[in-house]
């Protein structure tokens, strides 16, 4: 089972480089989440899209661009990279409305450690 | 807005020992779903235990129980019997009707053999 795939895995950029990451899930799931990792700070939730069609912003959206391409694909751009954005992404799923709320623990990806220089 | 907070940055236990991490929240909700996940070093994100709000029969999964004091905004996620395996991050969330996902900053628990 693949769950959900993200990619890359690892990736350096310099400042002001622009960057997409990409993100899968095979799970038939409607919700889709983009967190970011950064130590001591827990996981802080960009943006989500709680089905197809829709996207929202979450805690620290700034700096960032979704689109929820298809029910499958939820993909993240950094549109002119900073130093500050330096973390380890982590895209996630959940099986999202019509159901109840018990049944949305999030499926997560590994991760992308991203490195802004 | 909502918020949860884990006041315990860093914890050690004994192997077999039994050790309690704290995490409270804040909401105006009245349903809302509360989660433990662990993330061990090779850094996946692995579910642990969920709680309902409108159950007061505290959730267990097997070595894992809560204690959810629902009045108090308070989560906290039990371990019996810690193993080394449970050496790992331990992240509380918290989730309602929008479907938005919060998370603490985390509690480091280190299982000492």
């Known amino acids: 089972n693949a769950g959900v795939t993200q990619t890359p895995k690892f990736q350096v950029l310099k400042t002001g480089q622009s960057m997409t990451l990409q993100c899968a899930q095979d799970?038939?799931?409607?919700?889709m989440y983009w967190y970011r990792q950064d130590p001591g700070m827990g996981l802080r939730l960009i943006y989500y899209?709680?089905?197809?069609?829709?996207?929202d912003k979450g805690e620290v959206p700034n700096g960032y661009n979704v689109s929820r391409l298809n029910k499958r694909e939820f993909s993240l751009r950094l549109e002119s990279a900073a130093p500050s954005q330096t973390s380890v992404y982590f895209c996630?799923?959940?099986?999202?409305?019509?159901?109840?709320?018990?049944?949305?623990?999030?499926?997560f990806g590994d991760g992308t450690r991203l490195s802004i220089l | 807005a909502q918020t949860v907070t884990q006041s315990q940055p860093e914890m050690s236990v004994q192997e077999a020992e039994t050790v309690t991490l704290s995490c409270t929240y804040d909401?105006?909700?009245?349903?809302?779903?509360l989660f433990w996940y662990k993330q061990p070093p090779s850094r996946q994100m692995i579910l642990v235990i969920r709680?309902?709000?409108?159950?007061?029969q505290n959730a267990t999964e097997n070595r894992f129980s809560v204690n959810f004091q629902k009045a108090a905004k308070s989560f906290s996620l039990k371990i019996s019997d810690s193993q080394l395996g449970d050496t790992a991050m331990y992240f509380c969330?918290?989730?309602?009707?929008?479907?938005?996902?919060?998370f603490g900053t985390g509690t480091r628990l280190k299982v000492l053999a």
């Open positions: 799970m038939n799931h409607n919700s």
């Open positions: 996630a799923s959940s099986v999202g409305h019509r159901l109840s709320m018990g049944n949305q623990p999030q499926h």
């Open positions: 969330a918290f989730i309602d009707r929008t479907y938005k996902y919060i």
């Open positions: 709680q309902e709000a409108y159950k007061q």
């Open positions: 899209s709680a089905s197809e069609g829709t996207t």
């Open positions: 909401t105006s909700e009245s349903n809302y779903y």
